[in-house]
């Protein structure tokens, strides 16, 4: 009793103390928020002037972050809402639609009247009722220079057989937040931590609140037992029997005045209803202890359903933080977590086989038939490799080897069926097909297809938003397929010198969303038919035109023969040396 009592008494005063603080940054993010609310509501009287549905085939939609990516429950399309983009000065926000054709290879944009206002770091459901629903709760608004934010408490529906927004106005919801988690579950929606920050003060969250899709009204869940920290940036899986995981997650917390101090979490809970079917649900926390190969602490990872009872993670970052700066590993590897055994493991590509072993049977018999002898194959190929010298701008003398992975996939097979492969698919000898490593990439699997969406990674101070989709086969695991490459035209970065030469004005336009600045890329893109994919930089540019592949592609290969040591500034102007040899194209290093 007395050991129960001094845990009871904590636990009161750990939300004395989290009621405090979440006081403290509400009034403190008040002002903030009430300086943006006009801005949104500017937003939404140019929303206003859409008084119909309109349809109509774009081009992919312009590199954003923290935009979600979900799968339609009745046809082969994923829709895309929302997000955001930083390019060094400015944050564009955004609360566009677009609608991804599966079997078409290709995007429609959809204007519906009266949208919800720009957003990014929301969280987005979908359920099958009424011919599909997308459901869109909280997230968050920040201002073009990025130091005042607005976090959303609203509610929203798209009704995808009628193609229309509504709003529900239901009390007793959340406090405003983003990088929180919902997931649909036995006709409710189930919301979970996130953060709120302002200026000076933040505070994460690890409350869980239900929305009953049949009433229309929410509920907060006091589940027994001990539950997860507060964190955001969690995975959050529901369970064939009603339950929800939780895995890993991101907070962080001030140590002293201006210091603080970020946390990696790699626990992992079970919130089990009991009761189900009742009027009231009766929920608990355990904790769970998975067996198997458990993936590498990280943040920014995506995580999607996967077939046969297993959820999947991908890419994420690992920081490290110093006094001045912050060094992140990214990663591009999948992880799964099987559910019913309750164990990890990562995933392994097997290769394609099928159709190598069709043409192998078939030259085997043609050998065969015309002189009776055994096919003589050469000996098992290992990776193929791409070698190339040469000479940095500071002297360094450097020799680029380029492996080809799925070269030895297939052991016994000859290397000009990889080269005939690598034509049937489209791609350059030598490109890898994997999507580069990264964090906060949307995903959403399809009749068992994953598939991943932009993300970013960084370079030192420079941030780098893709805007690339792949897709890779869950039920066969052979290999990725690119969809769409990074366009390198619709990368910028400005650095913090030259925001003396941005005009006021700018700042509105930015946070709009950039629709202009979409139509004059366009407008460029077609004055531009005929010249070189790769255009080399002009004197006096600031910064320099991404080559075929992402930059990632070759920090990665500078990175590994420079060491993990080398500073950041060194192994990007290699990298670019890298590029520009390979490519014979002219770039200009920072």
Known sequence: MGKKGKRDKKGKGAEKTLAKLEKKVSRRAKKEEEDLEALIAEFQSLDA?????????????????????????????????????????????????YIYHIRKNSWAKLDIPNPPPRRCAHQAAVVPTAGGQLWIFGGEFASPNGEQFYHYKDLWVLHLATKTWEQIKAPGGPSGRSGHRMVACKRQLIVFGGFHESARDFIYYNDVHTFNLDSFTWSKLAPAGVGPAPRSGCQMTPTPEGNIIIYGGYSKQRIKKDVD????????????????????????????????????????????????????????VQD???????????????????????????????????????????????????????????????????????????????????????????????????????????????QPLEPCPRCSA???????????????????????????????DLHRMEQWKVLLEMDPKTQEWLEESESDEEEEDDDVEGAEGGEEEEESSEEESEDEEGEQQHPAVQPGEAQPQYVARTEQHWLRLARSHMGPQAKDKKVLKVAHAMARTFYEDPIQTP
């Open 49 to 97: 002037k859409k008084t119909q549905v309109i349809e109509s085939s774009c081009p992919p939609p312009s590199p954003r972050l923290n935009c979600s990516l979900c799968a339609h429950p009745e046809r082969d399309e994923l829709i895309l809402f929302g997000g955001e983009y930083f390019n060094g000065q400015k944050t564009y926000l955004y609360n566009d639609l």
């Open 320 to 430: 490290e933080e110093e006094e001045e700066s912050i060094q992140g590993d990214f990663f591009n590897d999948i992880y799964f977590y099987d559910m019913g055994k309750n164990r990890w493991f990562p995933a392994q590509l097997k290769g394609p086989r099928s159709e190598q072993r069709r043409r192998r049977r078939g030259r085997q018999a043609e050998a065969g038939a015309a002189g009776g002898q055994e096919l003589q194959l050469p000996p098992p190929q290992g990776p193929l490799e791409i070698v190339k010298e040469l000479v940095a701008e500071d002297g360094t003398v450097m020799t680029i080897k380029q492996l080809i992975p799925g070269a030895a996939e297939d052991k016994d097979r000859p290397g000009s069926e990889e080269e005939e492969e690598e034509e049937e698919e489209g791609g350059a000898p030598g």
């Open 442 to 472: 949307m995903v959403a699997v399809k009749h068992g297809v994953l598939y991943v969406y932009g993300g970013m990674f960084e370079v030192g101070d420079r941030q780098v938003t893709l805007s690339d989709l792949h897709c890779l």
């Open 261 to 316: 101090k970020g946390t990696l979490h790699t626990d992992m809970f079970l919130l089990k209803a009991e009761g189900a079917g009742k009027e009231e649900d009766r929920w608990s926390w355990s904790r769970l202890s998975p067996s198997g190969v458990k993936p590498p602490p990280r943040s920014g990872f995506s995580v999607a359903a996967a077939p046969n009872n297993r959820c999947l993670l991908f890419g994420g």
